[in-house]
């Protein structure tokens, strides 16, 4: 009886574990208004798929784009800039849509941008963490 309690505790913990928000996901909520993502940071596991579910709360279009491993806009993305673009999607106002990515191989830290003109310069930036299974 003694162990089956102990067994029933353990698991339980690590449910709880399970269920903390520190740890990486492969589901990412995000909303996006004019001019910010929220939230703007998020830990997925290198390899996987992610599902993203983004909802349109602002007024104007705006884009979800992860850049490549190594890159990232500069101060303001342009045509150049696109040639770096890991994984992108667009969003009309008041939408919302989930997809599936795949998460990259490479750990690392990627920069998340809104690819309309203007926008990264007023906060749309973000910031994707990959990161190994452990
Ligand atoms: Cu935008």
């Known amino acids: 009886m003694k162990k ?7 698991i339980l913990a690590l449910l709880l ?4 928000n520190s740890g990486p ?8 208004t ?10 997925v596991p290198t390899g996987e798929e992610i599902t993203l579910h983004i909802t349109h709360d602002g007024t104007v279009e ?7 491993y190594g890159t990232d806009a500069g101060e303001m ?10 994984w992108e999607m667009d969003l009309q106002p008041e939408d919302s849509n989930t997809l599936v990515f795949t998460a990259p191989e490479q ?14 310069q007023s906060g ?11």
């Open 62 to 68: 705006h884009s979800f784009i992860v850049m490549k």
């Open 77 to 86: 993305f342009d045509e150049a800039d696109k040639a770096n673009i890991f």
């Open 17 to 20: 574990t399970a269920c903390g």
């Open 124 to 134: 749309m930036i973000g910031k994707l963490t990959v990161v190994n299974q452990q």
């Open 107 to 120: 750990p690392g830290t990627y920069q998340i941008i809104c690819g309309m003109v203007g926008h990264l």
């Open 25 to 32: 996901s492969t589901k990412i909520n995000v909303s996006m």
């Open 4 to 10: 089956i309690i102990a067994l029933i505790v353990t």
């Open 34 to 43: 004019d001019f910010t993502f929220s939230p703007s940071e998020f830990t």
